[in-house]
């Protein structure tokens, strides 16, 4: 187990993951390097996050490496830095059908003009990251 809530570290990335809208994930893109991106997530306890990605480069990219790491965007001062590394796979059920997902997002969706089932449709990649490591302070 990475996340360790019963430590005040652990307990400050488990809210990190359950309550940020946002992340950064970077990808390894073959010519070019990393590449970070934000990315609405969900964290499925334990070290499995879930994310939604339209086709293209970044599924291209992930199919090559999928190594990825995750970045909050700390304090703004140096502190509450969080960054965690994993493998990501693709496949699994649609955006919409992820009630959780949904849950956290509705309104996100909505305000980009989406329903859940068109966002699904259009991010129709899940990308399962299963967390390996874990830095900051």
Not at 79 to 90: K, N, R, Y
Not at 115 to 123: G, L, N, V
């Amino acid at each position: 187990m990475i996340i360790d809530e019963s430590t005040e570290f652990g307990a400050r990335v488990a809210a990190h993951l359950r309550d940020e809208i946002v992340v950064w994930m970077t990808v390894v893109a073959p010519k070019s390097g990393p590449l970070p991106m934000p990315v609405w997530f969900l964290w499925e306890g334990g070290e499995s996050v879930l994310m939604f990605s339209q086709e293209g480069a970044r599924v291209r990219n992930l199919e090559a490496d999928p190594r990825v790491s995750l970045n909050f965007a700390g304090d703004g001062r140096g502190g509450d830095i969080v960054v965690l590394s994993g493998t990501a796979a693709l496949g699994g059920p649609p955006a919409n059908e992820v009630g959780a997902y949904v849950q956290k997002y509705e309104d996100h969706i909505r305000r980009i003009g989406h329903t859940p089932e068109s966002f699904a449709a259009k991010y129709s990649v899940p990308v399962r990251i299963e967390l390996t490591t874990l830095r900051g302070h």
